[in-house]
Each structure stands twice: as C-alpha cells, then as structure tokens.
C-alpha cells in the first residue's frame, strides 16, 4: 500500500509541475479527489522542493493556500531548481 501512496504522490507532483494556471491545478487536485487544502499546500511544496514557507501562527488555511499558489505560479521555484541540478 505504501508503494501505492508513493506512486500516485509522484504523478500528482509530475501533473503538478506542467500547471501554470489556477484553474490547471485546481482541475489536477479534483481528478486525484483532493479537496483538504492542507493537502493541497502539502503536493504544491512537494511540487516546489519544499520551500521554506514561515506564516503567522493565526494564519487561516485559505490564506497559507492562496499564497502557496501565488508562488507556486510565480514559477520562481522552477529556476532555484534548474540552478540546484546545474550545481550553483
């Protein structure tokens, strides 16, 4: 089962990583049913190489989604990834 798990989260992050619209990674979450926008945040840090994120202790999950979102579609996280495989 664990393998399983594994394999769905690496096609989630791979469909993941051709989104570059809201509505793209909205339609991707619905068609793997995952509704719990704390998920959500998890498979787009995931996606991102896990960022170091920091919000306010009182922050709202909408809020930490919506801007998750926001850098995720920034696309910034893309090149910190083409740079990290290039050695600088």
Do not use: H
Not at 28 to 37: E, R
Not at 44 to 68: A, K, Q
């Amino acid at each position: 089962m664990p393998g399983e798990i594994k394999k769905q989260s690496d096609a989630i992050v791979d469909e993941l990583k051709e989104c570059v619209s809201k509505d793209a990674l909205e339609d991707t979450f619905v068609k793997y049913a995952i509704s719990d926008l704390g998920v959500r945040i998890e498979r787009l840090n995931e996606t991102m190489g896990n960022p170091e994120t920091f919000f306010s202790s009182d922050s709202l999950v909408e809020t930490r989604y919506e801007v998750t979102v926001r850098m995720f579609l920034s696309g910034k996280w893309k090149l910190a990834a083409f740079y990290e495989k290039a050695g600088f």
